[in-house]
């Protein structure tokens, strides 16, 4: 999985003078934990540009003014009602040995036959939440819709596989075709198309 860096300062103070402080120097108030003793820390606004304002899932590198890096992931970020500023973030440091959960985008790849035939295509699940050790985090969930008709849907289960835990039942449907007006009837098509082939085959003989 990618990863942003993003360099920040240790804070000694965490009371709420200090913590106004730096959201008035437009500096961001963060806090690590997971990885034993909780670090907080502030950095520039600025360094979470391509990290929230983005559909790509990131795990972070924290460097701090000491040269220690911190390998983490976002866990909670609060923004300021009006202005939308970032009022604070959560992170939590990651240990290789042990698995963490996160939400994935979903990546839908070809052009449904459903679709095609006048279906209509609705995606209930843009982000999945799956659960892995850090190595075996996915960038995207891929999903290849070519073969889902109308009426046809996608669920959770089928996507299972031995690198990561969805935390989603099985039964979650995360893509569908559905239905409407000007769609045909795309359930034969198969069976025309052997037909055909049948057909090819009788003459050569």
Known sequence: MKSIEIKGQKRESVGKVSTKALRN???VPCVIYGGGDTIHFSTQESNFKNLVYTSDAHTVTIVLESGE?????????QFHPVSDAIL???FYQLNPDKAVSMEIPVRLYGRSRGVT????LRQNL?????????????DEIKIDITNLRIGGKIYVEALK???YTFMHPDNAVVVAVRTSRVAVDDSDEDESEEAEGESSEGGEE
């Open 117 to 120: 035939n006048g279906g209509k």
């Open 88 to 90: 604070h973030a959560d």
């Open 25 to 27: 120097a437009e500096l």
């Open 69 to 77: 890096k911190i390998d983490a992931i976002l866990q909670d970020i």
């Open 126 to 138: 843009r982000k999945l939440t799956v659960k892995a050790l850090p190595s075996n985090l996915p």
């Open 161 to 163: 596989n031995d690198n």
